[in-house]
């Protein structure tokens, strides 16, 4: 079983490693990639939030979106409900830039689950739901226990 996680978490690696080196052509990084693609769930979110959906510190975070904003992807805006508080929006210019990165997650998705049966797809998504519901329920036993 130990083995398995190993397993998982390799191939993770794996995949984070060839998306960097994709999405490093393209100007961006995986961090900054992981802001978009959050953002393209929920525009308008404030900080704060997207800060601990993504699990990272906000100041981690203060500064990715400083580099996203210096590059004109995103833009601050004051909560009209809390003027310490800032949500995050695209810009026009961040259109192309996530298009050409689900692109490049498209291909190398692809070319990583080449040879895999959509039925196997669909296993693995499964299992994987699984393990990650496994995980958040132990998380939350062991924080009211």
Request: aromatic share 4%.
């Amino acid at each position: 079983m130990e083995q398995l996680a190993w397993e998982i978490g390799e191939t993770a690696h794996a995949l984070r490693r060839a998306f960097d080196r994709r999405a490093a052509s393209m100007g961006v990084t995986r961090a900054q990639w992981r802001v978009l693609a959050h953002l393209g769930h929920r525009p308008g979110q404030r900080q704060v939030d997207l800060a601990e959906r993504m699990d990272v510190e906000p100041i981690t975070l203060c500064r990715i979106v400083d580099r996203l904003e210096e590059n004109g992807l995103v833009e601050r805006r004051r909560d009209p409900s809390d003027r310490r508080a800032w949500q995050l929006f695209f810009t026009d210019k961040a259109g192309p830039v996530r298009a050409d990165l689900e692109v490049l997650a498209e291909v190398m998705t692809a070319e990583a689950f080449a040879g895999l049966a959509p039925e196997q797809m669909s296993i693995a998504r499964e299992v994987l739901a699984i393990v990650r519901s496994n995980l958040i329920e132990a998380a939350n036993t062991k924080v009211s226990a």
